[in-house]
């Protein structure tokens, strides 16, 4: 059985689960992939089932009612992982935003005493590739940002290319974890900073998606934005519940 699951959560990926599924499976390390599909319109969940006859040994599919956001879906791929035994379990996109090659480099970042490994697009410059302008400032914004509110000394906070050992999120109370959009990704770093786990970066070139539609809204910015405090807050006030 390999160590490593990545979860990969979906809605409306028809365009990509494919390719991405078949890309992982086609690296030299050995991964499992379970895919959190959020009963996609477009079929994604069929798509998967008939890759899973290819891959039976390889390829799981949780589906859920409806689309309830990222934060929960990575939850409900979590406690599959910790009850199937993984001792790696990564989060990454369906949209080849994140390079399935690099998923080795942050399985090897974990092997070599890393507790959590990030995929961060700052931690050498700026590494990201057909974002406009704008889109840039925002994402490092917030990230200078989260690292004055939290304290942490991570580049790319909002990163959702992840590595966690086993242990960290045995710890963490994932019944606890508040946010469901892109802040979750802040809110998992945080938590793990707090228990003071080793949280490593890997620099990584992030492309934005050639197929499909992004999920960013601006309820997922305000979340990110105003959430990052309240956290903060909770965090100093509610220590035993955080």
């Not at 390999?2 to 390719?19: C, H, K, S, W």
């Not at 786990?197 to 601006?218: A, H, L, P």
């Amino acid at each position: 059985m390999a160590d490593g699951l990545v979860i990969i959560p979906t809605f409306n990926e028809i365009e990509n689960i494919e390719a991405i599924v078949k890309t992982v499976f086609d690296l030299k390390k050995d991964f499992h992939v379970l895919v959190v599909d959020d009963n996609s319109p477009d079929g994604t969940a069929a798509c998967v089932q008939e890759l899973q006859k290819t891959f039976p040994e390889q390829l799981f599919l949780e589906v859920r009612k409806e689309k309830s956001g990222l934060g929960t879906a990575y939850i409900h791929g979590f406690k599959w992982a910790l009850k199937h035994g993984y001792e790696y379990i990564f989060e990454m996109d369906a949209d080849f935003s994140h390079r399935p090659a690099d998923l080795s480099r942050l399985h090897r970042a974990c092997v070599n005493g890393a507790d959590m490994a990030v995929g961060s697009r700052y931690k050498k410059g700026v590494n990201v590739v057909n974002w406009p302008l704008a889109r840039i400032l925002l994402s490092y914004g917030a990230s200078f940002y989260v690292k004055i509110i939290t304290g942490m000394k991570v580049h790319d906070p909002t990163a959702g290319f992840v590595c966690y050992r086993r242990k960290v999120l045995e710890t963490i109370n994932l019944d606890n974890v508040r946010f469901i959009g892109y802040a979750f990704q802040i809110e998992m770093k945080y938590r793990a900073y707090l228990k003071k786990f080793n949280i490593e970066e890997v620099s990584i070139i992030f492309t934005d998606r050639v197929n499909g539609k992004s999920k960013m809204n601006s309820a997922i910015i305000r979340e990110a934005i105003f959430g990052v405090i309240a956290m903060k807050f909770r965090s100093i006030f509610f220590k035993k519940n955080f």
